[in-house]
Every structure is written in structure tokens, then in C-alpha cells.
């Protein structure tokens, strides 16, 4: 969990600075200087230390230097702040593809309920693409603090809500198909409980 949450922080360290420096300066043009700066020091420190960088990387560095700099010329911080849609977006198409999710899930679910876990991977890519819009949206008001809302409290609670559901769809599901195998074959019945 540590891991993760390292992770996560990496990869929004450029828009944290931005907004923490916006919220106590007011100053636009500092905070994207001090956010782009950030991230290009950032990617700099992970090559020296000889981390393996993926394109998304490369990418996200490339979309921060561009919208910075369209933020600078234009002293209009909407263009910093669609960044975090991108990455919603990316994984969104990304979870398009068939199955994807059975990878990640345990192997009693996979084996289970495969159908389930299909319709789970492309409920989860309609997820990530409607909260890529609505960091779109949040950021066309140009009101930081409707934006941070959205992104710090809005889009973690619809992910949180969305792993709670689908762990109970998933948990009544297996109980469903276990309970149905084992009245259609005695010989396969298993411990309630077991299916945890």
C-alpha cells in the first residue's frame, strides 16, 4: 500500500506543487514555473538513478513542459490543470481491451465468474474516461478550487465506490454460481465461506 501511495504521489508531484503554490500565492506564472521545474527535475533524478522510464514517463513530462508553457503564455491555468485527464483517459482506452481485468483479479473470481469480471473491466474503462472528462470539465470553469475538489475528493470517492461495489457483486456472484454447481452436483459443494 506504501508503494502505492508513493506512486500516485510521484505521479502528480508537478500538479501538487501547482496547486499548493497557486492556493498561497495567487501567482499563476510561479506556480507553473516551480510545477514544470519540478517535474523535469523529477524525470532528470530518475534517469541519474538509472530507473527505467516507460513512455508514459516521457509523455507526462512532454504534457507538462507543453501545457506549462501554454499556461505561461496565455497566464491561464486551465491548461495545467487538464493534465490529470490524460492519465485517466490513457488507462480508460487502455481497460477497453477484452479481459484485461483477469489478470488482477484472484483465481477463484477469473474461474468463477469470468463474464462478470468482462463486464467489470469495461464498466472500470467507462469509469477512468468519464472522470478524465470531468477533470476536463472541473478545469474549463477555471475555478482551482472546484477543480481540486474534483480531483482530490470527487474522482478518489466514484473509484472507492466503484472497488466496494464490484468486491460485493463479485462476493454474491461467486456464492451464486457455487450454490447453483453444487445443487446441480453434489460432489462439488464447498464450504460456505470457502469462496473468499
Known sequence: MKAVFAKLGS??????????????????????????LGA???FI?????????????????ALVVVLGGATLLT?????VLIKPSVGHIAVGLLMLRRDWMLRYVPP????????????A??????????????VVAAAMTGDIKIWTFYVMVIAPAFKVAAV??????F????????RAAAVADPAVATPVGAES
Open 11 to 36: 505521479d502528480f508531484f508537478s500538479t501538487i506543487i501547482f496547486v499548493v503554490l497557486y492556493f498561497s500565492t495567487g501567482n499563476v506564472a510561479l506556480a507553473t514555473i516551480v510545477a514544470v
Open 40 to 42: 523535469v527535475g523529477q
Open 45 to 61: 533524478y530518475a534517469k541519474i538513478k538509472g530507473q527505467r522510464l516507460d513512455v508514459m514517463a516521457y509523455a507526462s513530462v
Open 75 to 79: 497566464n491561464d491555468p486551465r491548461f
Open 108 to 119: 477463484i473470481v477469473g474461474a468463477t465468474i469470468p463474464d462478470y469480471v468482462r463486464i
Open 121 to 134: 473491466g469495461y464498466g472500470w474503462a467507462a469509469l477512468m474516461l468519464l472522470l478524465g472528462a470531468g
Open 164 to 169: 466496494a461495489a464490484q468486491y460485493l457483486v
Open 171 to 178: 462476493r454474491l456472484a461467486i456464492r451464486h454460481r457455487r
